[in-house]
Antibody, heavy 118, light 110 residues
Framework: EVQLVESGGGLIQPGGSLRLSCAAS????????MSWVRQAPGKGLEWVSV???????YYADSVKGRFTISRDNSKNTLYLQMNSLRAEDTAVYYC????????????WGQGTLVTVSS | QSVLTQPPSVSGAPGQRVTISCTGS?????????VHWYQQLPGTAPKLLIY???NRPSGVPDRFSGSKSGTSASLAITGLQAEDEADYYC??????????FGGGTRLTVL
């Protein structure tokens, strides 16, 4: 059974840094497209970043230069390093797995809340 | 402002048919990229409902169907049930190498 479990969210001051983790089980993260998708309170879904099985990475313009997606194959874990956090980064961050294609998310984590506030 | 445009809300009575539209542009849906649909029940993570414009993952009832034409796509739900009350999102790919979502549509079952 595929499972994605996020951790690392919390309250952080503007300008601060946070690293989200997504522990995967039931499949190998390095064999799938893995993404982060966020949802601000009461708002819609926003794609944040993707890492291809080959290692290529892509980012939304809103986070480019501030966020870094990576994975640890030995731990079967996906990460999102978030720097220079802003109030508008406040959201539930979902880890997402896409075995079919780079876009279609078959599996979602439960989400972890990041709140950027002073 | 979302790249893909959806109506903020739709509603229907139990047993009725409702459709949710998703309008894009020549750089995403109109460029030939597939459209996918997700259902998000209150307080839960999204769930894949339709992929590749018309395909249902295992376990999704055939009351849900998708279509695509030109720069738009639609999700249809027939035989509306109370448990269908949720937020629905369309998704596609953009020529800027980004995944894009619609703003979401809240379905209310009257």
């Amino acid at each position: 059974e595929v499972q994605l479990v996020e951790s690392g969210g919390g309250l952080i001051q503007p300008g601060g840094s946070l690293r989200l983790s997504c522990a995967a089980s039931g499949f190998t993260v390095s064999s799938n497209y893995m993404s982060w998708v966020r949802q601000a309170p009461g708002k819609g879904l926003e794609w944040v970043s993707v890492i291809y099985s080959g290692g290529s990475t892509y980012y939304a313009d809103s986070v480019k230069g501030r966020f870094t997606i990576s994975r640890d194959n030995s731990k079967n874990t996906l990460y999102l390093q978030m720097n220079s956090l802003r109030a508008e980064d406040t959201a539930v961050y979902y880890c997402a797995s896409s075995p079919r294609s780079v876009v279609v998310v078959d599996y979602w984590g439960q989400g972890t809340l990041v709140t950027v506030s002073s | 402002q979302s790249v893909l445009t959806q109506p903020p809300s739709v509603s229907g009575a139990p047993g009725q048919r409702v459709t949710i539209s998703c309008t894009g542009s020549s750089s995403n849906i109109g460029a030939g990229y597939d459209v996918h649909w997700y259902q998000q029940l209150p307080g839960t993570a999204p769930k894949l409902l339709i992929y590749g414009n018309t395909n249902r993952p295992s376990g999704v009832p055939d009351r849900f169907s998708g279509s695509k034409s030109g720069t738009s796509a639609s999700l249809a739900i027939t035989g509306l049930q109370a448990e269908d009350e949720a937020d629905y999102y369309c998704q596609s790919y953009d020529s800027s190498l980004r995944s894009v979502f619609g703003g979401g549509t809240r379905l209310t079952v009257l």
